[in-house]
């Protein structure tokens, strides 16, 4: 009977170490789970931005083509289609959460701006001009803003 009780606990602590090892290997697994799961979010952050940020050029074209149309063909019908399709380009972006920076008025921020240019005649540290539009893609910099500054 001595042996049977014996060889019974000895069954129980073992039965008891399968259970905590599996509990770990089970936490483990958890854990892995949700460190891939965050990796693949990155990833996909990352590979979005790779794909957008060639795209801003063909935004910077779109913009100066469109600021510098003149007058008398603002309201000419092929003028027109292409702001269509500029509205298009420009929704796309925004289903992507890419959007411009405003930056009138604000102070020079490294982060979000590249000074190209600084000059005399305002408020130190505040932003003169904009050379370049700077996009954010959900909420990170994308690319930063090109500005003149005032020293």
């Known amino acids: 009977m ?3 009780n014996k060889n019974i606990e000895n069954l129980m602590k073992q039965s ?13 697994y958890l854990n892995l789970k949700k460190e891939m799961e965050a990796q693949n979010k990155e990833i996909k952050e990352w590979m979005s931005k790779i794909m957008i940020l060639p795209l801003l050029g063909i935004a910077d074209s779109f913009e100066k083509a469109f600021r510098e149309t003149p007058d008398n063909l603002k309201n000419d019908p092929w003028v027109k289609g292409i702001e269509g399709i500029k509205k298009q380009f420009e929704d796309y972006l925004k289903s ?8 009138k008025g604000e102070k020079f921020d490294p982060a ?7 000059m005399e005649g305002g408020e130190s540290g505040t932003i003169a ?10 909420s990170d910099v994308l690319r930063p803003a090109k500005v003149k500054s005032y020293k």
């Not at 992507?96 to 930056?103: F, T, Y």
């Not at 904009?130 to 893609?137: A, H, R, S, V, W």
């Open 129 to 138: 001009e904009e050379l370049q539009k700077g996009y954010l893609m959900n």
């Open 112 to 118: 979000k701006h590249e000074a190209v240019e600084s």
């Open 96 to 103: 992507q959460g890419v959007e411009a920076m405003a930056i």
């Open 16 to 28: 008891e170490e399968y259970l905590n090892g599996w509990k770990r290997a089970k936490a483990d």
């Open 2 to 4: 001595a042996d049977e």
